[in-house]
């Protein structure tokens, strides 16, 4: 029950950790492959046990197409009614997961615009051309932060 706990506990502060625009900033195009590491690496290291249960559709859909398809009740009364742990413990450890990620970590950034954000090394305001400050929003920015000012 607790891998299963785990394995969602940990897929979902992952994601946000890897979707937080405050924390990593991996580029958009990345982020699926980030994701798709993170699934990987759990499914590596938790999914031996109860066969990588951090998705419960994808447990619980084949029991509901296999009751339909003639089996019967007995898909979801075998062994003591196991098919409500995968189901139960996967909501409960991502909702977990979720609230561990703000309650670490997004709490703690400090608000945007605030002055604190935009300093270097002992408060003092770095110095950019044209007056921005941190990362620029586009690539021209970036480009244009680097040429000789007159």
């Not at 891998?3 to 195009?29: H, Y």
């Not at 999914?47 to 559709?57: E, K, L, Q, S």
């Not at 945007?112 to 586009?138: R, Y």
């Amino acid at each position: 029950i607790f891998d299963q706990f785990l394995g969602t506990f940990l897929l979902l502060v992952c994601i946000c950790a890897i979707t937080d625009k405050s924390n990593m900033q991996v580029e958009k195009q990345l982020i699926p492959l980030s994701v798709g590491f993170t699934v990987l690496g759990l499914g590596i290291s938790l999914g031996y046990n109860c066969g990588y249960a951090v998705n419960p559709a994808r447990d619980l859909a084949p029991r509901i197409f296999s009751a339909l398809a003639g089996w019967g009740p007995g898909v979801f009364t075998e062994y003591n009614h196991w098919w409500v742990v995968p189901v139960l413990a996967c909501h409960v450890g991502g909702v977990a997961g979720a609230w561990a990620y703000y309650i670490a970590v997004e709490v703690n950034w400090p608000e945007e615009g605030n002055e604190a954000e935009n300093t270097g090394q002992c408060g003092q305001q770095e110095n950019k051309p044209d007056g921005q400050h941190g990362k620029g929003k586009n690539y021209l920015q970036y480009a244009n932060m680097y040429q000789p000012t007159q």
